[in-house]
């Protein structure tokens, strides 16, 4: 179920400073498709982009955060979790791919996760962690 708020907040926000789709796309660095998407209501941004969304609209939105695919909150996870999968598919010697696999995305999502510029879920370093040996989250 998709709220409606972001998408009215991204048409009034444009309507107000004559801005196109592209245009909107270029200030919060994402693709034409992506902005398209949200103002039609078919999905909602990560955490990343929606702190982008809200810092060029003056202030916070409200709207259902995007959950992955366990139902968490699609928030990223600090850098120290990346750091520690990538020492341990180290010292284990697993590639991207094999953790990926476990992780369900594809090894260039994964490689982006560890590095920071794609968001990794709870679940998904839940996964992770299991993966290279490690006890998982304590999820609850």
């Given amino acids: 179920m998709v709220d409606t708020s972001l998408a009215d907040a991204l048409l009034t926000y444009r309507a107000n ?8 796309a270029d200030q919060l660095g994402v693709s034409l498709r992506t902005v ?19 810092a060029v609209l003056g202030g916070p939105l409200a709207f259902t955060p995007a959950r992955d695919a ?10 120290s979790i990346a750091e520690t999968l990538r020492v341990e598919m180290a010292r284990h010697m697993l590639n991207q791919e094999d953790v ?12 982006k ?28």
Avoid: C, H
């Fill in 70 to 79: 366990d139902g968490y909150d699609a928030e990223p996870i600090e850098q």
């Fill in 36 to 54: 398209g998407n949200w103002e039609l209501g078919r999905n909602l941004p990560q955490a990343p982009a929606r702190r982008r969304i809200e």
């Fill in 113 to 140: 996760m560890l590095r920071g510029q794609r968001p990794m879920t709870v679940g998904q370093a839940d996964r992770a962690l299991r993966a290279v040996g490690l006890p998982g989250l304590e999820l609850k």
């Fill in 17 to 24: 400073n004559q801005l196109t789709q592209t245009q909107l």
């Fill in 100 to 111: 990926a696999a476990a992780v369900q995305v594809s090894q260039s999502q994964f490689s």
